[in-house]
């Protein structure tokens, strides 16, 4: 067996097991410290789309849920796509990197998303302040630290239930 090969097979080994919830409670590492790095990756992909479509809802002078919309749907995609550049990065295909991207991202995403815009809509005027205003980046600055904030939790039940970002981890070794 050559050792590409191996490798191959050691990656669709690990990210099957995982994938399945079968993976070895012992061997995922649920700590604090890998919960808040997994949140922080999410966080930066969110981030990223969020502030975007923020951007470009608050630019365009969309209505706050269309805004909100536009963010979460680029929140999302951004998220995604920074999970599968390092699966790709690991020699996976396009079609088992974005399975990876969506079984190992959609939770932490969703409830990120949730907390953030949430937070956004609560803050009185943030989302009708222009994108000028210290009030409207003061709000989603404060909405980003509550998210990751609730998400950390979140994140460290799911890997270490081998699950979440234990799933693409599989394929950063």
């Known amino acids: 067996m050559s050792v590409q090969h191996h490798h191959e097979h ?6 099957e097991h995982a994938e399945h919830g079968h993976a070895e409670h012992g061997t995922h590492s649920a700590t604090w ?11 930066t992909g969110c ?3 969020e502030v975007l479509g923020m951007v470009i809802g608050t630019w365009l002078g969309l209505h706050p849920v269309a805004t909100i919309a536009l963010a ?4 999302f995609i951004f998220g995604y796509a920074l999970s599968m550049r390092g699966v790709l990065r690991a020699g ?5 990197a974005l399975k990876v991207a969506l079984a190992a991202d959609t939770i932490s995403i969703t409830v990120m998303e949730i907390v953030d815009n949430g937070v956004m809509v609560v803050v009185p005027g ?6 000028a205003s210290v009030l409207f980046w003061a709000a989603l600055a404060f909405a980003f630290l509550v998210a990751f904030i609730v998400t950390v939790p979140v994140n460290k039940w799911l890997i270490g239930r081998g699950r ?3 799933i693409a981890h599989a394929y950063h070794h």
């Open 10 to 15: 050691h990656h669709h080994a690990a990210a």
């Open 33 to 43: 410290g890998s919960a808040a790095s997994a949140t922080l990756h999410c966080l």
């Open 47 to 49: 981030a990223i789309g």
């Open 72 to 75: 979460v749907g680029l929140a």
């Open 92 to 96: 996976v295909g396009f079609k088992q």
């Open 126 to 131: 943030a989302m009708s302040a222009g994108l």
């Open 164 to 166: 979440g970002h234990a």
